[in-house]
Protein backbone atom coordinates (compact mmCIF):
# COMPACT_ATOMS: atom_id res chain seq x y z
CA UNK A 1 0.00 0.00 0.00
CA UNK A 2 1.25 3.47 -0.85
CA UNK A 3 1.23 6.17 1.67
CA UNK A 4 -1.71 8.11 -0.60
CA UNK A 5 -3.64 5.14 -0.05
CA UNK A 6 -2.63 5.06 3.94
CA UNK A 7 -3.37 9.33 3.97
CA UNK A 8 -6.76 8.31 2.17
CA UNK A 9 -7.55 5.51 4.73
CA UNK A 10 -6.78 6.36 7.98
CA UNK A 11 -7.00 10.15 7.47
CA UNK A 12 -3.43 11.21 8.89
CA UNK A 13 -1.53 13.40 6.35
CA UNK A 14 1.67 11.96 4.29
CA UNK A 15 3.59 14.85 6.17
CA UNK A 16 2.18 13.80 9.68
CA UNK A 17 2.79 9.62 8.29
CA UNK A 18 6.62 10.72 7.40
CA UNK A 19 7.13 12.56 10.98
CA UNK A 20 6.11 9.70 12.96
CA UNK A 21 8.31 7.77 10.86
CA UNK A 22 11.46 9.61 12.19
CA UNK A 23 10.29 9.49 15.35
CA UNK A 24 10.74 5.91 15.24
CA UNK A 25 6.84 5.00 15.65
CA UNK A 26 6.21 3.40 12.20
CA UNK A 27 8.56 1.33 10.38
CA UNK A 28 7.09 0.45 7.04
CA UNK A 29 9.05 -1.80 4.91
CA UNK A 30 10.52 -1.08 1.66
CA UNK A 31 9.93 -2.61 -1.78
CA UNK A 32 13.41 -4.12 -3.18
CA UNK A 33 12.11 -3.49 -6.21
CA UNK A 34 11.91 0.15 -6.49
CA UNK A 35 12.94 1.05 -3.02
CA UNK A 36 9.07 3.03 -1.99
CA UNK A 37 7.73 2.18 1.40
CA UNK A 38 5.41 -0.39 1.44
CA UNK A 39 2.51 0.20 3.96
CA UNK A 40 0.20 -2.97 5.01
CA UNK A 41 -2.10 -3.68 7.48
CA UNK A 42 0.11 -3.37 10.79
CA UNK A 43 1.28 0.00 9.66
CA UNK A 44 -2.41 1.07 9.14
CA UNK A 45 -3.01 -0.48 12.43
CA UNK A 46 -0.29 1.28 14.16
CA UNK A 47 -1.20 5.00 12.67
CA UNK A 48 -4.96 4.41 13.84
CA UNK A 49 -3.42 4.05 17.37
CA UNK A 50 -1.70 6.74 17.05
CA UNK A 51 -4.01 9.24 15.65
CA UNK A 52 -5.80 8.01 18.56
CA UNK A 53 -3.97 8.62 21.46
CA UNK A 54 -2.45 12.01 19.77
CA UNK A 55 -5.96 12.99 19.64
CA UNK A 56 -6.29 12.62 23.45
CA UNK A 57 -2.91 14.51 23.77
CA UNK A 58 -0.63 11.87 24.71
CA UNK A 59 2.56 12.80 24.17
CA UNK A 60 4.89 10.81 21.69
CA UNK A 61 7.58 9.55 24.02
CA UNK A 62 4.54 8.05 25.95
CA UNK A 63 3.09 5.96 22.94
CA UNK A 64 6.86 5.19 22.11
CA UNK A 65 6.87 3.61 25.67
CA UNK A 66 3.45 1.96 24.78
CA UNK A 67 4.66 0.38 21.57
CA UNK A 68 7.92 -1.47 23.22
CA UNK A 69 5.81 -2.76 25.28
CA UNK A 70 7.52 -1.08 28.74
CA UNK A 71 4.08 0.43 29.49
CA UNK A 72 0.85 -0.79 28.96
CA UNK A 73 -2.24 1.65 27.86
CA UNK A 74 -3.56 1.86 31.66
CA UNK A 75 0.25 3.38 33.07
CA UNK A 76 0.10 5.79 30.31
CA UNK A 77 -3.47 7.21 30.57
CA UNK A 78 -2.47 7.05 34.42
CA UNK A 79 0.60 9.20 33.70
CA UNK A 80 -1.36 11.50 31.42
CA UNK A 81 -3.91 11.86 33.78
CA UNK A 82 -1.48 13.53 35.95
CA UNK A 83 -0.70 15.89 32.98
CA UNK A 84 -4.86 16.43 32.42
CA UNK A 85 -5.66 17.39 35.92
CA UNK A 86 -3.11 20.16 35.79
CA UNK A 87 -3.57 21.14 32.83
CA UNK A 88 -7.26 21.87 34.09
CA UNK A 89 -5.81 23.30 37.31
CA UNK A 90 -4.11 25.88 35.46
CA UNK A 91 -6.94 26.30 32.87
CA UNK A 92 -9.35 27.22 35.78
CA UNK A 93 -6.86 29.62 37.43
CA UNK A 94 -6.23 30.92 34.28
CA UNK A 95 -10.43 31.64 33.42
CA UNK A 96 -10.63 33.00 36.92
CA UNK A 97 -7.39 35.66 35.96
CA UNK A 98 -9.36 36.23 32.80
CA UNK A 99 -12.48 36.95 34.98
CA UNK A 100 -10.48 39.48 37.16
CA UNK A 101 -9.46 41.50 34.11
CA UNK A 102 -13.17 41.18 32.67
CA UNK A 103 -14.73 43.82 34.87
CA UNK A 104 -11.94 46.12 34.94
CA UNK A 105 -13.24 48.76 32.19
CA UNK A 106 -10.00 50.64 31.43
CA UNK A 107 -8.26 51.14 28.79
CA UNK A 108 -4.99 49.48 27.81
CA UNK A 109 -2.53 51.92 28.03
CA UNK A 110 -3.68 52.92 31.81
CA UNK A 111 -3.16 48.62 32.67
CA UNK A 112 -0.52 48.41 34.67
CA UNK A 113 0.82 45.11 32.84
CA UNK A 114 4.06 44.94 35.22
CA UNK A 115 2.12 44.02 38.41
CA UNK A 116 -0.32 41.38 36.88
CA UNK A 117 2.84 39.75 35.59
CA UNK A 118 4.87 39.71 38.58
CA UNK A 119 1.39 37.79 40.31
CA UNK A 120 1.66 35.57 36.79
CA UNK A 121 5.05 35.01 38.03
CA UNK A 122 3.42 34.11 40.95
CA UNK A 123 1.22 31.75 40.15
CA UNK A 124 3.84 29.84 37.36
CA UNK A 125 6.00 29.22 40.66
CA UNK A 126 3.56 27.16 42.31
CA UNK A 127 2.61 25.11 39.33
CA UNK A 128 0.31 27.28 37.09
CA UNK A 129 0.84 27.08 33.42
CA UNK A 130 -0.45 30.01 31.19
CA UNK A 131 -1.18 29.60 27.33
CA UNK A 132 1.86 31.46 25.90
CA UNK A 133 1.50 32.45 21.92
CA UNK A 134 4.57 34.24 21.97
CA UNK A 135 6.54 31.30 20.38
CA UNK A 136 4.19 30.99 16.99
CA UNK A 137 3.93 35.14 16.46
CA UNK A 138 7.45 34.86 14.99
CA UNK A 139 6.44 31.73 12.39
CA UNK A 140 4.48 33.57 9.86
CA UNK A 141 7.77 36.99 9.57
CA UNK A 142 10.21 33.69 8.98
CA UNK A 143 7.77 32.27 6.10
CA UNK A 144 7.50 35.55 4.76
CA UNK A 145 11.41 36.63 4.97
CA UNK A 146 12.07 33.39 3.38
CA UNK A 147 9.94 33.80 0.46
CA UNK A 148 10.60 37.67 0.04
CA UNK A 149 14.24 36.98 -0.25
CA UNK A 150 13.43 33.78 -2.73
CA UNK A 151 11.54 36.08 -5.45
CA UNK A 152 13.57 38.94 -5.46
CA UNK A 153 16.88 36.85 -6.00
CA UNK A 154 15.32 34.61 -8.65
CA UNK A 155 13.75 38.21 -9.71
CA UNK A 156 16.93 39.20 -10.67
CA UNK A 157 18.22 36.27 -12.05
CA UNK A 158 15.69 35.89 -14.55
CA UNK A 159 15.76 39.76 -15.47
CA UNK A 160 19.33 39.29 -16.65
CA UNK A 161 18.66 35.68 -18.77
CA UNK A 162 15.68 37.99 -20.08
CA UNK A 163 18.39 40.84 -20.78
CA UNK A 164 20.84 38.52 -22.72
CA UNK A 165 17.88 36.98 -24.76
CA UNK A 166 16.64 40.45 -25.65
CA UNK A 167 20.10 41.46 -26.34
CA UNK A 168 21.08 38.47 -28.81
CA UNK A 169 17.71 39.01 -30.24
CA UNK A 170 18.58 42.51 -30.95
CA UNK A 171 21.70 42.47 -32.27
CA UNK A 172 22.52 38.59 -33.10
CA UNK A 173 25.84 39.58 -34.47
CA UNK A 174 27.53 41.34 -31.84
CA UNK A 175 25.92 38.84 -29.66
CA UNK A 176 28.51 36.34 -28.39
CA UNK A 177 29.00 32.97 -29.90
CA UNK A 178 25.28 30.82 -29.13
CA UNK A 179 26.97 28.11 -26.87
CA UNK A 180 28.45 30.87 -24.96
CA UNK A 181 25.17 32.62 -24.66
CA UNK A 182 23.77 29.69 -23.39
CA UNK A 183 26.84 29.20 -20.64
CA UNK A 184 26.13 32.66 -19.69
CA UNK A 185 22.64 32.16 -19.19
CA UNK A 186 22.73 28.88 -17.35
CA UNK A 187 25.09 30.46 -14.73
CA UNK A 188 21.34 32.62 -13.41
CA UNK A 189 19.62 29.66 -13.93
CA UNK A 190 21.99 27.84 -11.60
CA UNK A 191 21.29 30.54 -9.14
CA UNK A 192 17.43 30.12 -9.59
CA UNK A 193 17.70 26.78 -8.63
CA UNK A 194 19.82 26.92 -5.68
CA UNK A 195 17.51 29.82 -4.32
CA UNK A 196 14.31 27.88 -5.09
CA UNK A 197 16.36 24.55 -3.26
CA UNK A 198 16.86 26.80 0.03
CA UNK A 199 14.04 28.35 -0.31
CA UNK A 200 12.33 24.75 -0.05
CA UNK A 201 15.26 23.80 3.09
CA UNK A 202 14.71 26.76 4.70
CA UNK A 203 10.78 25.49 4.95
CA UNK A 204 11.60 22.54 6.01
CA UNK A 205 13.59 23.83 8.85
CA UNK A 206 10.70 25.65 10.03
CA UNK A 207 8.50 23.21 9.71
CA UNK A 208 10.48 20.84 11.70
CA UNK A 209 10.69 23.45 14.13
CA UNK A 210 6.86 23.38 14.79
CA UNK A 211 7.09 19.50 14.57
CA UNK A 212 9.09 19.65 17.55
CA UNK A 213 6.74 22.10 19.45
CA UNK A 214 4.45 19.47 19.07
CA UNK A 215 6.29 16.62 19.68
CA UNK A 216 6.43 18.04 23.37
CA UNK A 217 2.88 18.84 24.20
Known amino acids: MKINE ?4 VGITKKNIRFYEAQGL ?3 RRN ?4 YRDYGPEEV ?6 KLLRKLGVP ?10 SSTIGDGMRRHLVTLERERRSLEQSIEFCRGLKDREERLESLDAGELLEEMDRMEKTGTTFKDKQQGDTRPIRY ?11 ALMAGIIALMAWAF ?25 GVILALIQRIKEIQRGEENDAKNY
Open 169 to 193: AIEPKDAPPLPLLVVLMAIPAAVIL
Open 32 to 35: SENG
Open 26 to 28: LTP
Open 144 to 154: AGAIVVAVLMT
Open 45 to 50: EALRQI
Open 60 to 69: LEEIRRMQTG
Open 6 to 9: VEAQ
